[in-house]
C-alpha cells in the first residue's frame, strides 16, 4: 500500500520554506527520503527509524510522528538546487524490509 | 556510500527482441535491486536480485519476462524478454548494505532509458 505524499507540487521562490508530508495507513518501521532531479537518478537524503527521530542534512530535516504513522521533509531558506521531485520510502513493520515508494512531491523553485 | 554504473544508458529496441541491462556497484553490497520508472511517476520494484539464488520478484513481474543473475555481490543483470511498446521505461538498479553504511540506505544507478519500437 503506497504511502500518500502531499503536496503533488509546490512552487516557491528562493529562500522560502517548504514542508512536504509523507503518511501510512499502517505501521511504519522506517520512513526514507530521496531527491530525484529530472533526468537524473534517486539521491538518498536520510533515513528516519520509528522513534520520532528528527534528523538534518544541510537545510533539510525531517520528523517522524509514530503515532500519526507520518514523516514531514522540512526545506529552510529554499536554494535553486533544491528543486527536483522528492518521493519518501516507507518499510512497514510487518515487512520484508521492502521499501514503498510514494508517487513523489515536484518542488520548483523560483529565483 | 556505493557508486553504482549502468550499461546501456539507452538503447532502442525493436518489439520482441530482448535486452540485457548490466549494473555494477564499486564494493560489495546485500541487496541489489530493479525498478522501473515512467516519466514523472514514482518507482516501481521489479525485483530483488538475490545472491546465489533466485530473484524474489513482485506482483505482476515474472521470471520469464525480467530474467535476473546475480552472480556474485557487486554485480547483477536484467533482461527484457520479448519486448514490446510497453516495456519503454527507465529501468535503474539501486544497492544497499554497503560496507560502513547503513543497511538500508538505497543508491541508484543511472538508469537505462529504454524504447520499444
Known amino acids: 500500500q503506497q504511502p500518500v505524499q502531499s503536496p503533488q507540487a509546490v512552487i516557491l521562490r528562493e529562500g522560502e520554506d517548504a514542508v512536504i508530508n509523507c503518511s501510512s495507513s499502517?505501521?511504519?518501521?522506517?520512513v526514507h527520503w530521496y531527491r530525484q532531479k529530472h533526468g537524473e537518478a534517486p539521491v538518498f537524503l536520510m533515513i528516519?527509524?520509528?522513534g520520532g527521530e528528527q534528523k538534518g542534512h544541510e537545510k533539510i530535516s525531517a520528523s517522524f510522528n509514530e503515532k500519526k504513522q507520518q514523516s514531514s521533509l522540512y526545506l529552510t531558506a529554499s536554494q535553486l538546487s533544491y528543486s527536483g521531485t522528492y518521493f519518501c520510502g516507507t518499510v512497514y513493520m510487518d515487512s520484508n524490509y521492502q521499501l514503498i515508494w510514494g508517487a513523489g512531491t515536484k518542488l520548483i523553485i523560483k529565483p | 556510500s556505493a557508486v553504482i554504473s549502468q550499461k546501456p544508458s539507452r538503447d532502442i529496441c525493436q518489439r520482441g527482441t530482448s535486452l540485457t541491462i548490466q549494473c555494477q556497484v564499486d564494493?560489495?553490497?546485500?541487496?541489489m535491486f530493479w525498478y522501473r520508472q515512467q516519466p514523472g511517476q514514482s518507482l516501481t520494484l521489479i525485483a530483488t536480485?538475490?545472491?546465489?539464488?533466485?530473484?524474489?520478484?513482485e506482483s505482476g513481474f515474472v521470471i520469464d519476462k525480467f530474467p535476473i543473475s546475480r552472480p556474485n555481490l557487486t554485480f547483477s543483470t536484467l533482461t527484457v524478454s520479448n519486448m514490446s511498446p510497453e516495456d519503454s521505461s527507465i529501468y535503474l538498479c539501486?544497492?544497499?548494505?554497503?560496507?560502513?553504511?547503513?543497511?538500508?540506505?538505497?543508491?541508484f544507478g543511472p538508469g537505462t532509458r529504454l524504447t520499444v519500437t
Open positions: 499502517k505501521a511504519l518501521y522506517s
Open positions: 536480485a538475490n545472491q546465489g539464488s533466485e530473484a524474489t520478484y
Open positions: 564494493s560489495q553490497v546485500t541487496m
Open positions: 528516519l527509524l520509528k
Open positions: 539501486s544497492a544497499s548494505g554497503t560496507s560502513g553504511g547503513s543497511s538500508y540506505e538505497q543508491y
